[in-house]
Nanobody
């Protein structure tokens, strides 16, 4: 049984930082590309960042480039999202997704339950 469990969300002031974690179990972690998506109620789930199974390839959404950084630890089976210089518009539920490296698409095979990030003064 595959599980993806996000943590690290919370309330932060504009300009602040948070680090999200997504711990996985039940899959061969290093063969999966891992992604962070975010969603505001009433809108589509948008890609924030993606990292390949080995960690050598990364992709970021335009709105977070230069502020967010994705990384992974294939020993701990965990993917991270370091979020710096947070803005009000970063407020959303953040989801962790997993897809086999070879899929090479935006479709995710597995999803976590999400963690709320709220940026507010």
């Amino acid at each position: 049984q595959v599980q993806l469990v996000e943590s690290g969300g919370g309330l932060v002031q504009p300009g602040g930082s948070l680090r999200l974690s997504c711990a996985s179990s039940g899959l061969t972690f290093s063969t999966y590309a891992m992604s962070w998506y975010r969603q505001v109620p009433g809108t589509e789930r948008d890609l924030v960042a993606r990292i390949s199974g080995g960690g050598s390839w990364k992709k970021y959404g335009d709105s977070v480039k230069g502020r967010f950084s994705i990384s992974r630890d294939n020993v701990k089976n965990t993917v991270y999202l370091q979020m710096n210089d947070l803005k009000l518009e970063d407020t959303a539920v953040y989801y962790c997704g997993a897809a086999p490296d070879y899929w090479l698409s935006d479709t995710q095979e597995y999803w976590g339950q999400g963690t709320q990030v709220t940026v507010s003064s």
